[in-house]
């Protein structure tokens, strides 16, 4: 499956997510932005869920692409602790077990499961037997 | 220095007016600004016109006379109305003008406001991935808030009972029908933690003050109000705002990160000569529950996780100790951008004229406080006086 945008994951198996670092301040963003105020940086693979919420209606196309059928998910902000804040989806909870603080890894989801070629998107989702 | 007072005020009802474009309610608002303070279109010295989505201000000048009149139009996002009236300010001050006007407007269509990805820099698989929602930006803000202080969602509830109630009694409201607490939590979630009552609505509307010198006010014979400060600020570093993909790690996360709102709240107190213990009534931005809860602390009023004590123990009721969004503030007013924060003012200046009504707060106020803050980190404060 396809990386909805290019250059938001290192080529490795399992992938990182790319950040940026900038050269003047050595602060980290996601994604990395284009041009060359950055360097390219991995970004950590494991963190803590520092807030998130959960999306209960569709949101407006354009820009969204997700499917039309619509079921809520969840949009979290992970803590990569020394690097940065990173927002994507949680997965693999249910949504009245989110707790901010719990452990979380990174993984890949598609965007549109039953799309004929599923792009994916960052997301992650808790460590088993993880303690917050 | 003398101070700059507010000597008119006008309004058009916000909320959906169909038939009249946002410009018709902007000039609607500016013709009642003219009357209340006793004054012709040709006297007006200059104007700031603000709206983010309903055309350009100047262009009221077709409706209102060709004078000639020095007209400059204000975008800010969420501080626009704010930012005019700060402008507008800043041209008595200067000595340039004695007398004119602070107008805002707008007209959103319905639903939540539609961003694109490429207006704010942003790729574009950020918003095909559905993250260009604003309400999930202050849903995720309030939820880590609530972790961080123990707020719960009975006080978000109560911030929502309170602005329907109050806008009960203010005639240019949207929503003007009381709800019970248990309907507002029991309502559809939009965004957790938040229910469908919990948020604000794009609206319609428009707001006019007229400012001027204190020698022209004595001259105009209008009671003084005048405006202590007016600041507008943006963000910090650190902060967390709208469509942010990531947020900085900071080395302790235990407390409140730097605001707009922080800088210009101590920046207003500092130019007004008072702290937050001398204001007698306030309107803050409450796009949405949270957001009263969260500004009641960025704007010095009390310490963060008391807003919990405050709401129970009916602090912030119009009859409290400091009665906050006593027209119903955005909650029940509506957002329609270039005009919300004039409406903050425009409500300030009804309270302490003592012209409230029925919302009229007790023990004939002398101070007021309003503050915006908005999209991408700016906030706008102003103290008044009379």
């Known amino acids: 499956m396809r990386a909805i945008a290019e250059g938001l994951f290192t080529d490795e198996t399992p992938p990182r997510l790319l950040g940026g670092r900038e050269r003047e301040t050595g602060r980290v963003v996601f ?102 | ?93 200067s000595g340039e003008f004695e007398l004119g006007l602070a107008v805002g407007f707008d007209k959103h269509p319905r639903g939540a406001f539609n961003a694109l990805p490429s207006e704010y820099n942003l790729p574009d698989w950020y918003g095909e991935a559905g993250y260009m929602v604003t309400t999930q930006f202050f849903a995720a803000k309030i939820m880590r808030y609530m ?28 929503r003007r029908q009381p709800v019970p607490i248990e309907e507002i939590l029991a309502a559809p979630l939009v965004s957790d933690p938040y229910t469908k009552y919990m948020f604000c609505s794009p609206a319609e509307g428009g707001v006019a003050l007229v400012l001027a010198s204190e020698k022209k006010a004595r001259e105009l014979g209008k009671p003084l109000v005048r405006l202590k400060a007016a600041t507008m600020r943006t963000r910090p570093p650190h902060s967390f705002e709208v469509f942010a993909p990531s947020v900085d790690v900071v080395a302790d996360d235990s407390a409140p990160r730097g605001t707009a709102t922080r800088i210009a709240s101590a920046d207003a107190f500092r130019l007004a000569g008072i702290g937050p213990g001398d204001i007698d009534v306030a309107q803050l931005q409450d796009t949405e529950a949270g957001a009263e809860i969260m500004h009641m602390a960025e704007n010095g009023f009390c310490a963060d996780g008391d807003q919990e004590r405050w709401l ?58 309003s503050h915006v803050y908005g999209a991408p980190g700016v906030s706008a404060v102003t103290i008044l006086e009379r």
Not at chain 2, 325 to 335: I, M, P, Q, S
């Open chain 1, 31 to 132: 994604p990395c932005p284009a041009g060359n105020a950055c360097d390219p940086v991995p970004l950590a693979r494991e963190g803590r869920l520092w807030s998130y919420t959960v999306q209960r209606y569709r949101p407006k196309t354009p820009p969204y692409a997700g499917p039309e059928a619509f079921a809520p998910w969840i949009v979290a902000y992970v803590e990569l602790p020394g690097e940065v804040i990173v927002e994507a989806r949680l997965v693999d909870v249910a949504f009245d077990a989110v707790e901010i603080g719990m452990p979380v890894r990174l993984v890949q989801v598609p965007l549109d499961p039953e799309a004929a070629e599923p792009l994916v998107i960052p997301a992650f989702a808790p460590i088993a037997g993880g303690r917050a």
């Open chain 2, 1 to 93: 220095m003398s101070d700059v007072c507010i000597v008119g005020i006008g309004i058009h009802p916000f909320g959906r007016t169909d038939g009249l474009s946002g410009l018709d309610q902007g000039v609607f608002a500016v013709r009642q600004a003219l009357a209340d303070a006793g004054v012709d279109w040709p006297q007006v010295q200059f104007a700031y016109g603000s709206s983010d989505a309903a055309g350009n201000p100047d262009t009221m000048v077709d409706r209102l006379g060709l004078t000639g009149v020095q007209f400059i139009n204000v975008r800010n996002g969420c501080a626009a109305g704010g930012s005019a009236l700060f402008s507008a300010q800043m041209a008595i001050k």
């Open chain 2, 147 to 174: 972790h961080m202080f123990d707020i719960s969602h009975e006080t978000l509830a109560r911030v929502a009972e309170k602005a329907f109630r109050n806008g009960a009694h203010a005639p240019h409201a949207w």
């Open chain 2, 312 to 369: 129970a123990e009916g602090r912030t009721e119009i009859g409290g100790a400091l009665p906050v969004n006593t027209d119903g503030g955005c909650l029940a007013c509506g957002e329609p951008i270039g005009a919300s924060g004039l409406r903050q003012v425009y409500e300030n200046v009804v309270q302490l004229r003592g012209d409230g009504g029925d919302r009229q707060v007790p023990h004939q106020p002398k101070t007021a406080y």
